[in-house]
């Protein structure tokens, strides 16, 4: 993380009590988290120490995947690291129940049905699709158990599906449209007005697969009106080896390719081991949300990677158990939205600025 980003984020932040569906704001006091090793050490200590008028409370925490992808495992340091920084200071113990959900729907209700069972104060839930799990939190939040959304945006058929108090998540038009910047900064040293990009989305992750590919799009053509822009979904299992499948289809028909974008690293990384494959080291590629192998080719200096945009989920998980504590503790009515920051590029002129090295959750 970038001193100036962990500067931004350690400034106060006032939110008022806005009502549901109001203006967003962005939260209060936002603390800078930070995936070290001591962090689960740290959380554990608080919670030894829980003591005396110190307010004990069980949050459940349902993770959309946590056995094929990593990533998320950033969203559990980041639930930690809140309790750590300020477990003690605000005399509150959360004991979290990490469940993963493994990317199925049934999986994650099942998780949720059983933290309603074992009575946890409040559930944070990182959904596995955007709307299977409206009846069963409507059901609960009326029973006085507060849900706070992170990542996947619900999709409510009516005002009254949304009994969340708020939604914790990244700006996903926005990961794109940063992509498509670090791509305009590469494709105007080519010198020509018509460059073809290739976007990879994931059709099953509906909504936001959509908002990244848009924005990536809109930022390209906006700097290049004849530029072709070729968007293929992976409908396979979405990882490494049926992006590389996908990826050799495509190079078989487009001589040109320019750049390789896509909805998440998996797709891009997959893409680049088939045009290595094939001798096209002409083709320059743009990861998304954050993956150790793309992280040390930038750092080796690989001339195939222009930037990792990086989506990080410690924050994510940061942010999501400061808004539970929030409703649940201080009993306050959050933002439509609780806001992050904005994203990221990870290049090789700038990766030197980052402690890549030492996030446990990149595996």
Excluded at 47 to 66: C, F, H, P, R, W
Excluded at 113 to 140: H, R, V, W
Excluded at 166 to 178: E, Q, S, Y
Excluded at 196 to 204: A, N
């Amino acid at each position: 993380m970038k001193k100036v980003l962990a500067l931004l984020l350690a400034a106060a932040m006032t939110v008022g009590l806005v009502a549901c569906g109001s203006k967003e704001a962005a939260p209060d006091e936002t603390k800078t988290p930070a995936a070290t090793e001591e962090t689960a050490d740290k959380a554990d200590e608080a919670n030894d120490t829980a003591t005396g008028d110190v307010q004990n409370y069980k949050i459940g925490v349902s993770i959309m995947e946590l056995t094929a992808y990593t990533w998320y495992q950033g969203v559990i340091d980041g639930c930690k690291q809140w309790m750590a920084d300020n477990g003690a200071a605000d005399k509150v113990n959360f004991e979290f129940d990490f469940e993963d959900s493994r990317s199925d729907v049934q999986t994650m209700l099942t998780n949720v049905e059983n933290m309603i069972s074992a009575k946890c104060d409040g559930i944070i839930l990182f959904p596995a699709d955007a709307s299977s799990a409206i009846p069963t939190m409507k059901e609960a939040v009326a029973n006085g158990t507060p849900f706070i959304i992170g990542d996947y945006a619900q999709e409510a058929a009516s005002p009254d599906d949304v009994v969340w108090s708020t939604f914790v998540g990244h700006d996903m038009k926005a990961l794109g449209a940063k992509a498509g910047e670090e791509a305009v900064k590469y494709l105007d040293t080519l010198g020509k007005d018509d460059p073809v990009c290739l976007f990879i989305t994931r059709p099953t992750s509906g909504q936001v697969s959509s908002d990244r590919f848009n924005g990536f799009k809109e930022t390209v053509l906006a700097a290049y009106p004849k530029a072709k822009i070729v968007e293929e979904g992976d409908t396979g299992a979405g990882n490494r080896d049926s992006a590389q499948t996908l990826m050799e289809n495509v190079l078989q028909r487009e001589a040109t390719i320019d750049v390789v974008c896509g909805h998440n690293d998996a797709e891009v990384v997959g893409a680049y081991n088939a045009a290595v494959a094939q001798g096209r080291k002409e083709i320059k590629f743009i990861g998304i949300a954050g993956d150790i192998d793309v992280l040390g080719w930038l750092a080796d200096g690989n001339e195939m990677w222009l930037a990792e945009v990086l989506q990080d989920p410690v924050v994510l998980g940061y942010q999501a158990t400061d808004a539970m504590y929030k409703v649940l503790v201080l009993k306050e009515e959050l933002p439509e939205k609780y806001d992050l920051p904005e994203p990221e590029a990870i290049t090789k002129d700038n990766i030197k600025d980052y402690d890549w090295q030492n996030w446990g959750w990149l595996g």
